[in-house]
């Protein structure tokens, strides 16, 4: 593996170094590093961001429902998005809805702008 290396050494010493030669790799650097950094940009620029809110709204005695809107506010689709209940925030409502955020419920696909809106009903804590 060195003689490759030691190979390579000496043909880049054979190469004559002149003024042109020396901006030549210089631009051939600098357009590299350009290209790496507009690739970061464009990937941070142009990316999916999901907002998901969670309301309640009670109808009867008996039971709530309860609705999440899930929007992709970002400008780029949004794929396979899993909701997850933040494990320090252990209030009572988290812990009855938790069941419904399991790994096999995902949303293949939120195009840009687009807004889901899923309902569900729970019961209520002070009747069990």
């Given at each position: ?89 252990r209030d009572a409502i988290a812990n009855q809805i938790e069941p419904y955020f399991l790994s096999e419920n995902e949303l293949p696909v939120l195009n840009a702008g687009e807004m889901k809106v ?11």
């Open positions: 593996m060195t003689g490759f290396f030691m190979e390579l050494l000496d043909w880049a010493k054979s190469i004559p170094l002149n003024f042109a030669t020396v901006i030549s790799l210089i631009a051939l650097f600098l357009s590299g590093l350009a290209h790496i950094f507009n690739r970061r940009s464009w990937y941070e620029t142009y990316r999916p961001i999901v907002v998901a809110k969670l309301e309640s709204e009670s109808k009867k005695l008996s039971e709530s429902h309860l609705e999440i809107f899930i929007e992709n506010t970002g400008n780029r689709p949004a794929c396979n998005i899993q909701i997850e209940i933040d494990r320090r925030s899923i309902r569900f009903t729970k019961p209520n804590q002070n009747t069990a």
